[in-house]
C-alpha cells in the first residue's frame, strides 16, 4: 500500500498548495507556480505515476474494491482438436478496469473435454463445458461446446439492414453443423466491412459512419457469409407488405415481406430487421426465420378468426388481416411413440403432430394442452419433458389439441451411453452388456456371447451396469466396423446416433434397424456392407454424409428422407444394384461422385428445388436412360454422365421471358461417351445462356445427328464435339425443353 500513501499525501500536497496560489498575485504567483511544479516533479518521481485506479475523495482515500470479472468471449463451439482465447478482465467499484487474464486461475469443469492454460482452452472430446476464471476471490464463467461434427453452412441474420448515419445494427453469425445441430458464433467470428469509411463492425455490431452501401462478410473457418447494409441520408417515408390480406385454414402459413420506402424513390427490403407482430397468437402467429437463401416471415393459422400481422420499422407500420377458417384435427400422435427416457435435471423434446381434415400435417407442439401424469417425476412443457425425479413407474406425458390426445411414457432417471464395440475410448459393448468382441488374423471383428458368436443383435434401450441405471442413445464412430460375422442389428428406439464408420465393412450385414429419432449417420457408415439389402432411413436425417453407401452392392431401392437438403461426396459410389432412388423436395445439392457406378439405375427424378450437382455425380450409370435437370441447375460440372452408355433423353429447361434459363455451362467430359444420347431426335438445341462447353463436353455421342450451338459459346473445348455428325452455330437456340422436342 506503499504506492496508494503517497498518491494520497501528492494529493493533500497539491490541494495545500492550490488554495495557498489562490491568495496571491503577479510576480509572487509565478514564483509560487514554479515552486509547486518542481515540487509535485520530485513527487511524480519519487512513485507517484497517476497510472493507479484510486481516487481522491475530499482528502479521504478509500481503497478501490473488486466488485466483479468479465469473460470474454461469453460461449463458445469448437471442434476436437481446435482452441479458443479466452481474456478476463477486472472491474473495480470507481470503474477501472484491468486485464488479468495470465494472473487469474483457470479451470474447466471436464477435463476429459478440454483443459485451460491461460485462458486458452483446447477441445478435447465432443461435449459441454464450462471455463472458469478466478481472480480477487471473485469468478466468471463462459459455456463451450466442443462438437464432434463439421461445420457446413453459416449464415448471418440479419442478411441486410438500413441505417441512418451514426445509428448502430446488432448482426449475428450462425454455424450450421453436417450433424443437423447449429450454434451462435458471433463472437468467434472474424468480421469486416467491405469500405470502412462508410461504417465499421465489430463482433457483429455495425456502425454508420456515412451514406453508401457496405458489404459486411463474417468468417468461422473456412466459411463465410455476407450481409448487405445501406446507409443513407434520405427520410423514410413508409413502410408496405407484399400482401394486405390472407385467407388460410388453421394450421396453413403464407409468407409475407416488407419494404421500407425513402424519400430519394429508392425501396429496400426490411423483413430481417422489421419487427413482427400479431394482434392475437391464438389466431395467427408470425415468425421469422433467416437462412443462407435470405430471411423468410411466415404467418401461421391456428384457430378460426381474424388477426392484424403488423411490421414495424423505425416508427412506421404496416399491416395485413390474416383471416384463418377452420380446419378440424382429425388425429393426433406424440413422437416418439414408444418409451423414452430423461435424466433429472435434463430435457428431451417430444412433438405433437397432427393431421387436419384437409389431410395436412402439422407440429402442433407449441399450442397443444401437455399434462404429466406424475410432476413429480417429470414436468412437461410445450413438448419439453424435464426430468424431476428418479423412479421406476413410467410417466405419462399427454398432448392434447382439437378435441384429440395422445401419449407417451417417459422414464426417469437414466444416464445416456454411447456404446462402442470396440474401442476403449468410450464405454464399449462387453462391459456394458456383456458381448465379448474379438479380433482375427485378417483383422476382422467378431461377437461372441455365451460362446456363442452372434449374428443378429438387438441393443437394449436401457439397462444396469454395477447398480448404475443407463441409456443407449447412440453408436460411436467404428462401434461395429468390420465385424463380418453380423447379419442383423436392431438400435434401440433411444439412440439417435450412427457414427462414422459405425458398420463399415460388415459385409454379412443384411438389415438394420433405426428408430426415427436418429438424426445423425456419420460419413462410411455402412461403407462394404455389400449385404445390406433392407434399410429405412430415418425421417429427422437431414443430411447424407460422403460415402455412407459406398458399395453396398445388395442395396436394390432407397428412399431419401424428406428433410435432407445435400448429399455428400460419393455417398452411394459402387451401389451396383440401385435400381430405384426417391428424392425429397428438398434436396439442394449432389456433390462429386454421388452415385457413380451405380449401373442398374435407370431413372432418377430431380426435384425442382435442385440447384447443384458435383463432377461425376452420374458417372458410370451404364443403365441410365432419362434424366430432368431441374431449371435451377446453373452448371453441367464435369464427367457429370460420363460413359452413361444408354442416356437417351436428357431434359433441361430452355426458359422462357417470364422466367428465363439459368445454365450459363457444360463442362469438361459432361457427356462423354454417352452413344446413345438423343438417338431418336433430328435436332438439339443447347440453351442460349451457355457461354462455355467444355473439352470433350460431347465427345463419343454418336447419335446426335445436329447439334445446335449459340455462337456466342467462348470458349469451346479441345474435342468438345468429337463424333458429333453435324453442327450448326445459331445466334439464339429456341424451344421450351432440351432433348424433349429438340427445336421447338
Known sequence: MKYIQLK??????????HNKFRAINGVSRMLVMFFMLSSFIV????????????????????????????????????????????????????GYSKDVTNQARWDVSSADLANVDKGLVSALAPGTVTVTASFGGLSAQAEITITGATPVGLTISPESGVLASQETLQLSARAAYNDGTSQDVTEQAQWKVSDTTIADVDKGLVSALASGTVTVTASFGELSAQAEITITDADLVSITLDKTELNLLAYQSDTLSASANYSDGTSVNIDAVAEWTSSSDDIATVSRESTEAGTTVTVQGLAPGTAVITAAYKGQTAQCQATISDNPIVALEVSPESRTVVLVGETIKLKAMATFSDQTKADV????????????????????????????????????????????????????????????????LEKYLGYKVEQDDQGNYHIYRNDSEVTELEIPATFEYENVPYCVSGLDKEALHYCVSLQSVTLPETASYVGVSCFNGCTQLKSVKMSDIVNYIGEYAFSGCSSLNNLTLPSDITYILENTFENCSSLTSISVPSMVTSIGKYAFVGCENLETVELPASLESLDEGTFESCSSLKTVELPQNLKSLGEGAFKLCSSLETVNIPAKVTAIPKELFANCDNLQTVTLYMGTEEAPAVLTSIGPGAFLECKNLFKNLESVAIPATVTSIGDQAFKGCSSITELIVPDDVDPIGDEAFADVSHITYHGKASGQLWGANGMN
Request: hydrophobic share 30%; proline share 4%; with cysteine.
Open 8 to 17: 494520497e499525501c501528492c494529493c493533500n500536497y497539491v490541494s495545500y498548495l
Open 43 to 94: 513527487l511524480a518521481a519519487s512513485g507517484c505515476s497517476g497510472n493507479d485506479h484510486s481516487e481522491y475523495h475530499g482528502g479521504q482515500h478509500d481503497s478501490p474494491v473488486l466488485v466483479s470479472l468479465s469473460l470474454t468471449p461469453g460461449s463458445g463451439v469448437l471442434a476436437p482438436g481446435e482452441t479458443l482465447q479466452f481474456s478476463v478482465r477486472t472491474c473495480y467499484d470507481d
Open 365 to 428: 407442439s407449441s399450442t397443444a394442452e401437455w399434462t404429466s401424469n406424475d410432476p413429480g417425476k417429470a414436468t412437461v412443457d410445450k413438448g419439453t419433458v424435464t426430468g424431476v425425479e428418479e423412479g421406476d413407474d413410467l410417466v405419462a406425458i399427454t398432448a392434447k389439441a382439437g378435441g384429440l390426445e395422445a401419449s407417451v411414457d417417459v422414464k426417469v432417471g437414466y444416464s445416456y451411453i454411447i456404446l462402442n464395440g470396440v474401442s476403449e475410448d468410450v464405454p464399449d
